[in-house]
Antibody
Framework: EVQLVQSGAEVKKPGESLKISCKTS????????IGWVRQMPGQGLEWMGIIYPGDFDTRYTPSVQGQVTISADTLISTAFLHWSSLKASDSAIYYCARLRDSGSSIEPLDYWGQGTLVTVSS | EIVLTQSPGTLSLSPGERATLSCRAS???????LAWYQQKPGQAPRLLVY???SRATGIPHRFRGSASGIDFILTISRLETEDFAVYFC?????????FGQGTKLEIK
């Protein structure tokens, strides 16, 4: 059974760093792209970017390029989303999700994590 | 980037009625690489339809996706109470893979 389990809720101050995780199981981690989606309070979904753990190829949406880093650790089948300096506007729920077909980046998101709530407040 | 515009913003219907949700792209979506998702409060989105018209695994037949050029439609033939939720379209044919702003389907 494919599962994506995300790390727990975080409360941080502006300027702090943060790394949230998405531990996967039930499939071969290195052969599927995995992505991150942001949902601000009461708002819609925003596709942030994707990574292919097989070769660490990474794509970002322009609005987050340089603001976050998507990474993966193949030894523990886990993807990460990292901020070096948080802003209040980063407060949101962050979902990880796997792309549907192996090897292809042109796929929808079929398996989702439960979401990680990040709150950034002074 | 491709902008997706969903309409209506809110749709009020009764169980048993037919729902028609629209998603219009700002430019051509390559090879109908368009998906629909359902999201209920406090839950992650769930993939319903991909490739504009293919149902994802386990999705009931009352959910049907269709396409005509840059216009995409999700039809729910006979609404059940569990179908009242927010629906998002997403294009994944070109990066970034953008989402529409969502349609809230509420009980009338």
């Amino acid at each position: 059974e494919v599962q994506l389990v995300q790390s727990g809720a975080e409360v941080k101050k502006p300027g702090e760093s943060l790394k949230i995780s998405c531990k996967t199981s039930g499939y071969k981690f290195t052969t599927y792209w995995i992505g991150w989606v942001r949902q601000m309070p009461g708002q819609g979904l925003e596709w942030m970017g994707i990574i292919y753990p097989g070769d660490f190829d990474t794509r970002y949406t322009p609005s987050v390029q340089g603001q976050v880093t998507i990474s993966a650790d193949t030894l523990i089948s886990t993807a990460f989303l990292h901020w070096s300096s948080l802003k209040a506007s980063d407060s949101a729920i962050y979902y990880c999700a796997r792309l549907r077909d192996s090897g292809s980046s042109i796929e929808p998101l079929d398996y989702w994590g439960q979401g990680t709530l990040v709150t950034v407040s002074s | 980037e491709i902008v997706l515009t969903q309409s209506p913003g809110t749709l009020s219907l009764s169980p048993g009625e037919r729902a028609t949700l629209s998603c219009r792209a700002s430019q051509s979506v390559s090879s109908s690489h368009l998906a629909w998702y359902q999201q209920k409060p406090g839950q992650a989105p769930r993939l319903l339809v991909y490739g504009a018209s293919s149902r994802a695994t386990g999705i009931p037949h009352r959910f049907r996706g269709s396409a005509s050029g840059i216009d995409f439609i999700l039809t729910i033939s006979r609404l059940e109470t569990e179908d009242f939720a927010v629906y998002f379209c997403q294009q994944y044919g070109s990066s970034p893979h953008t989402f529409g702003q969502g349609t809230k389907l509420e009980i009338k």
